[in-house]
Each structure stands twice: as structure tokens, then as C-alpha cells.
């Protein structure tokens, strides 16, 4: 028996395939699926017109409703807008994850976190400005209650957040992380100094997370003054830091983006940092609409597919997504490949031009469809 037969599907580098779902997994991707008619409850034909890719992960989102500085609602961010799975950075710490587990589990968007070193999360702008708030103690029972749904850390690096500590926090994040969860990655944020980047970095282990890592920033990767990615960035590229894209309201420059794909360097993974505010006003709007910023700059779109897909399905170590094939977990991503004429709005109000884009219209999650309407 086949719950749901996907019909006429294309692959974004073009090929025509079938997905039958049966049970909230995928059973078969082929050319043509084997099967009997009697023994498929539901069909979808697409056509040959609409592609499609396993779920969109995004990365780096704010989706703990109840907060006040950055919040969203993990469906308007995750299923509303083409996107399957999303992972909230940092938003709680080990005194408040619980509740915010208590709503995730709620929503038809699949819903992880990573944990703020901060006990509270970002409740205050400067959450890392009290060292008494990172507590080994607490992060060790939240991962014991919540070890299902905490799936990383996170440490916000930036002279907002850390006020006098300078790199007291990240120290003491990677003390942890070493001596407890060694195999569960560190994202940090970066941002204005202090702390200096490289000091950053330079701390970072293989498979840490660098997000914001194409902002436009005197403290970023991309030296301004000599139009070139700083070489203690290319060091640490190299030597397996993951980069991510977390877009966000003040942190994706199209300028960074550019130079580094000139130069060869490209994020490994894609995501919005997005939350309320800067998904109505923008600059981020959208999943869709970061990805399309990342194809002007020169990613291929089988690329981009891949950066919100398998890449970070492995860099979170996502069992079971990530991958359209038979075994999987059956969320997939519908969607169209639209021509026009678009204008892209980075950061800090540079503007490009789009010939192209996609456009979300149906996810599947867990085998349960959601059609979507930006």
C-alpha cells in the first residue's frame, strides 16, 4: 500500500521522478514507481511543471513565540514558507527550553533547538554580559530532559552580547561542550568587536558553526579595504569550520558573499536567522527569498538545493532528512522555478537584481501535506 504517489515530479537539475510515500516515509524514488493502482490511496501529478527536493532545513531561525526581543511562530517561518524543518539558534537556555519544547511540538513545522550558553536565552540584548548566567549544571539537565530536541549550542560573539568578557564565554562554552557534548555542535554568532574574529575562530573546532559568515562588518571575512577575504579567515574555512549564511536583519552583505565566491569560498549552509520583525519588514521576508539572494551572487540552484537540504541535515546530524530516497523521512518541498524581474535588498540596503526564484507551493511533512500561499 502507498499512502501518497508523487507524479510527474521534476529534479531541480531536471529529471523526472516518482516519490511514493507510505507511513510518514519514503519507500520508493524512482522514473517510474512499481506499483498497483488499486494499492495507491492518494496521487499527486505535478505535471512535469513543479520540482521537487527533500525538506527545506533552515538553520538558524527565532521561533519561541513568548519571547520579546526575537520571536516567531515555528509554522509562519517553517510549513507557511516552504520549509520543513527549522532550527531555532538560541533563542532559550536551560531554564526556559522546556517551554518552548512544550509549543514546538505543537506545530506541523519539525522543530529543533540549539541551546544558549545563557540560562535565560536572549531575554536581554547582552545575555552574555553575566557569566553567572552559564551555568554547566543546568545545560546538563536541559540536554538530559530535552536531548531528543537540543541538537546544538549556541554562544552570541559580539560586543552587544558579551559587554566587558571579551572571550570568557566562548572559552567556557567550548570548556563544556568538550568535557559533555562533544559530538553536538557549537554555533556562534559573529559580529562588531570585541571579541576580534580571529580570536574567534581560532578557538572554534571542526564542525562549529560560524553564522552571519558574509556580514558586512569591520570585525567579518571580508577585508573592505583590499576587496578580499582576510586570509585567517581562508585558515580556518579550510581547517572544517562550517559557514553559514544567517542572513538576518544586519548580517548578510552582498558585497562579502560576492568576493568570497570569487575567491572560491562558498557557506556550506544556508539560513534566514529569521524572526518576526525582519520577516514582514525585511529585509528577509522569506526562505525562498534568501535563496534566491545566494543564486545572484552565483550559486547553482542544484547547489543552494543542496546547502538547505543534505548539508545541513548532516552538519546537525539529522537523522532521516536531508535526502530524497527511499528510507527517509517523507518531508519533501514543492516548488516552481519563476522568471521575472526581482529586486534583492541585502542587509544594508544594497540592492541586486533577480531573473529568477523559487516559489514554494506545497511541503510534506511526516507524509501530511501543507500547501503554502507567501
Not at 149 to 175: Q, W
Not at 205 to 234: L, M, Q
Not at 354 to 374: F, M, R, S, T
Request: charged share 25%; hydrophobic share 40%.
Amino acid at each position: 500500500m502507498i499512502d501518497l504517489l508523487i507524479k510527474n515530479a521534476k529534479t531541480i537539475d531536471g529529471q523526472l521522478i516518482e516519490v511514493a510515500i507510505h507511513q510518514g516515509s519514503i519507500v520508493d524514488v524512482a522514473s517510474k514507481v512499481a506499483y498497483e493502482v488499486a494499492d495507491v490511496k492518494e496521487v499527486i501529478d505535478l505535471k512535469g511543471e513543479s520540482y521537487v527536493s527533500a525538506g527545506w532545513i533552515d538553520g538558524h531561525v527565532h521561533c519561541f513565540e513568548k519571547m520579546d526581543l526575537y520571536y516567531d511562530f515555528p509554522d509562519k517561518v517553517g510549513v507557511e514558507s516552504g520549509v520543513t524543518t527549522v532550527i531555532d539558534a538560541g533563542t532559550t537556555g536551560a531554564e526556559n527550553v522546556g517551554q518552548f519544547y512544550d509549543l514546538a511540538k505543537q506545530a506541523k513545522t519539525n522543530v529543533f533547538a540549539l541551546l544558549n550558553i545563557s540560562k535565560w536565552g536572549i531575554v536581554e540584548q547582552d545575555e552574555l554580559a553575566d557569566l553567572s548566567k552559564i551555568q554547566r549544571d543546568l545545560i546538563e539537565e536541559a540536554l538530559a530532559q530535552y536531548g531528543d530536541f537540543i541538537i546544538g549550542f549556541k554562544a552570541r560573539m559580539s560586543k552587544t552580547v558579551i559587554g566587558d568578557n571579551g572571550i570568557i564565554p566562548l572559552e567556557m562554552a567550548k570548556e563544556i561542550q568538550a568535557k559533555h557534548f562533544k559530538d553536538l555542535p557549537l554555533m556562534v554568532h559573529i559580529g562588531s568587536a570585541p571579541p576580534e574574529l580571529e580570536e574567534t575562530l581560532s578557538l572554534l573546532t571542526p564542525g562549529d558553526i560560524v553564522t552571519h559568515c558574509f556580514n558586512g562588518k569591520d570585525n567579518g571575512i571580508y577585508d573592505a579595504s583590499k576587496e578580499s577575504i582576510k586570509p585567517f579567515a581562508w585558515e580556518h574555512y579550510r581547517r572544517g569550520l562550517v559557514f553559514d549564511i544567517g542572513h538576518g536583519t544586519d548580517s548578510f552583505n552582498f558585497t562579502a558573499a560576492e568576493r568570497a565566491f570569487k575567491e572560491g569560498m562558498k557557506a556550506h549552509t544556508i539560513s534566514t536567522d529569521i524572526y518576526s520583525r525582519n520577516r514582514l519588514n525585511g529585509p528577509v521576508f522569506n526562505f525562498a527569498t534568501t535563496l534566491a539572494k545566494l543564486h545572484v551572487v552565483g550559486y547553482s540552484w542544484p547547489e543552494i538545493i543542496d546547502k538547505v537540504t543534505a548539508a545541513p541535515a548532516k552538519v546537525f546530524q539529522l537523522a532521516g532528512k536531508g535526502h530524497l530516497a527511499a528510507g527517509y523521512d517523507a518531508d519533501l518541498t514543492i516548488f516552481k522555478l519563476v522568471e521575472g524581474e526581482q529586486t534583492l535588498v541585502d542587509s544594508n540596503g544594497n540592492e541586486r537584481q533577480a531573473n529568477e526564484w523559487l516559489e514554494p507551493v506545497k511541503v510534506i511533512v511526516g507524509g501530511k501535506q501543507y500547501d503554502i500561499n507567501l
